[in-house]
């Protein structure tokens, strides 16, 4: 991949005609297509998703040959809605931002491939986008959240604590091991046949639980070990808890002889303990991510405040971000998400990364022909063993939404 920057000369003129320039995202990362033209004050013109959730749902999983045919025969057409929506032509477009890392090899080739064409076309130019990067950053978009930061990211396929110096400087501080908590979330509602029931047929695994959980009334009806308690750093796992569920559930279906297809009675009761018990691995986690970077100084800011960023589809529960937001406010932390239907993959995440790396000449491609996909790309440096080695103690801060009385 050749990346340079453009000659300030080549941006004078991209802005020449009007007062702010406009980027078109692209995002066929995994199973959503998604489109959005944001101009540079952060402006969201239109935008346009085609979601695959509910085709995969009955497989209980993303088929990737199958998520790849659905892009193929969408994104022309959401790619469009899209521009009519902002009223904006193609040839209006100043850059086209495109997601090539990391994802879905034969969902993110859809996606790079439609771009380029667009780009040689119009002769436009392009900038590749990291996924993860995108769902970092995309609460700048109606925040003010301040470089530095700290970013919690969580999924169905990822799960890291993340040093945000710059647009450009990235720091792993620790990632999960295993399973993400969105994965894990998915499984445990299939075993527990959460969705055999209508009420909760449409939904997410994840949404699901949450839903269940809400509902319960005996809140110790079921304990979960917490993950990697013995150890000091700032990992993820969630296997060990998805396995005690899972055999959690087997020993309910024996007791109450619950047949094929049908849900164990106190399923609610049990939906809370797995929430809880994942919530607070996460808030674990998180706070020794705190506690770290205040000792090493390295969420020293102009304005004194320290920030933490919640993203990635699992910042929808509002159970998880509840908690997020509480032991926050114990350490002394802003904390923040983007709305909703931003946290999930969508086509405005992808251009509002074009929009700051437009804005910064940072990244922007000039040999669209060398552009490639890197369906595994690691965001930033990593720091994960140094934070091992610091062996940081922390004393839990008490968040009351994890209270044995709260729900």
């Given at each position: 991949?050749?990346?340079?920057?453009?000659?300030?000369?080549?941006?004078?003129?991209?802005?020449?005609?009007?007062?702010?320039?406009?980027?078109?995202?692209?995002?066929?990362?995994?199973?959503?297509?998604?489109?959005?033209?944001?101009?540079?004050?952060?402006?969201?013109?239109?935008?346009?998703?085609?979601?695959?959730?509910?085709?995969?749902?009955?497989?209980?999983?993303?088929?990737?040959?199958?998520?790849?045919?659905?892009?193929?025969?969408?994104?022309?057409?959401?790619?469009?809605?899209?521009?009519?929506?902002?009223?904006v032509a193609i040839r209006d477009v100043d850059a086209i931002a495109v997601t090539n890392r990391p994802g879905l090899p034969l969902s993110l080739l859809i996606g790079l491939r439609y771009a380029k064409y667009l780009a040689r076309n119009h002769k436009k130019p392009l900038i590749p986008i990291h996924h993860m990067e995108a769902h970092a950053l995309t609460a700048r978009i109606t925040n003010q959240v301040e470089f530095p930061f700290l970013c919690l990211l969580a999924s169905g396929g990822h799960c890291q604590?993340?040093?945000?110096?710059?647009?450009?400087?990235?720091?792993?501080?620790?990632?999960?091991?295993?399973?993400?908590?969105?994965?894990?979330?998915?499984?445990?509602?299939?075993?527990?046949?959460?969705?055999?029931?209508?009420?909760?047929?449409?939904?997410?695994?994840?949404?699901?639980?949450?839903?269940?959980?809400?509902?319960?009334?005996?809140?110790?009806?079921?304990?979960?070990?917490?993950?990697?308690?013995?150890?000091?750093?700032?990992?993820?796992?969630?296997?060990?808890?998805?396995?005690?569920?899972?055999?959690?559930?087997?020993?309910?279906?024996?007791?109450?002889?619950?047949?094929?297809?049908?849900?164990?009675?106190?399923?609610?009761?049990?939906?809370?303990?797995?929430?809880?018990?994942?919530?607070?691995?996460?808030?674990?986690?998180?706070?020794?991510?705190?506690?770290?970077?205040?000792?090493?100084?390295?969420?020293?800011?102009?304005?004194?405040?320290?920030?933490?960023?919640?993203?990635?589809?699992?910042?929808?529960?509002?159970?998880?971000?509840?908690?997020?937001?509480?032991?926050?406010?114990?350490?002394?932390?802003?904390?923040?998400?983007?709305?909703?239907?931003?946290?999930?993959?969508?086509?405005?995440?992808?251009?509002?990364?074009?929009?700051?790396?437009?804005?910064?000449?940072?990244?922007?491609?000039?040999?669209?022909?060398?552009?490639?996909?890197?369906?595994?790309?690691?965001?930033?440096?990593?720091?994960?063993?140094?934070?091992?080695?610091?062996?940081?103690?922390?004393?839990?801060?008490?968040?009351?939404?994890?209270?044995?009385?709260?729900?």
């Amino acid at each position: 991949m050749f990346l340079k920057r453009f000659p300030r000369q080549f941006l004078r003129h991209c802005h020449s005609e009007r007062r702010e320039f406009i980027i078109l995202g692209i995002e066929t990362s995994c199973d959503d297509t998604g489109a959005a033209v944001v101009d540079g004050n952060g402006q969201i013109l239109g935008e346009a998703l085609h979601s695959q959730h509910s085709v995969h749902l009955k497989y209980g999983g993303i088929i990737p040959p199958l998520a790849q045919d659905m892009h193929r025969e969408n994104i022309e057409g959401v790619v469009g809605a899209c521009l009519n929506t902002s009223g904006v032509a193609i040839r209006d477009v100043d850059a086209i931002a495109v997601t090539n890392r990391p994802g879905l090899p034969l969902s993110l080739l859809i996606g790079l491939r439609y771009a380029k064409y667009l780009a040689r076309n119009h002769k436009k130019p392009l900038i590749p986008i990291h996924h993860m990067e995108a769902h970092a950053l995309t609460a700048r978009i109606t925040n003010q959240v301040e470089f530095p930061f700290l970013c919690l990211l969580a999924s169905g396929g990822h799960c890291q604590l993340t040093l945000v110096k710059s647009l450009n400087d990235f720091y792993l501080l620790g990632e999960s091991i295993d399973d993400a908590p969105g994965e894990a979330f998915d499984k445990i509602a299939r075993q527990l046949n959460i969705h055999n029931l209508p009420e909760y047929a449409k939904l997410s695994g994840g949404a699901a639980i949450e839903t269940a959980a809400r509902r319960a009334q005996h809140h110790q009806q079921f304990d979960f070990p917490l993950p990697l308690a013995r150890l000091r750093d700032c990992q993820f796992s969630f296997a060990g808890l998805k396995n005690s569920a899972r055999r959690s559930i087997l020993a309910a279906e024996k007791e109450f002889l619950v047949g094929p297809g049908e849900i164990i009675p106190n399923f609610e009761d049990f939906c809370l303990a797995f929430l809880r018990a994942s919530t607070r691995h996460i808030c674990h986690r998180t706070q020794r991510a705190m506690e770290f970077c205040e000792r090493e100084g390295l969420l020293d800011s102009s304005s004194g405040e320290k920030n933490l960023v919640f993203g990635g589809g699992v910042a929808c529960n509002d159970f998880i971000f509840e908690a997020i937001s509480q032991l926050g406010e114990l350490m002394g932390y802003r904390t923040f998400r983007p709305e909703k239907k931003y946290c999930t993959d969508n086509g405005v995440m992808i251009a509002w990364n074009g929009v700051e790396r437009f804005r910064e000449n940072l990244g922007i491609t000039e040999d669209i022909d060398s552009l490639d996909i890197v369906p595994k790309c690691r965001l930033g440096e990593s720091l994960v063993e140094v934070v091992k080695e610091r062996n940081i103690a922390c004393k839990w801060a008490k968040i009351p939404l994890l209270r044995d009385n709260a729900k």
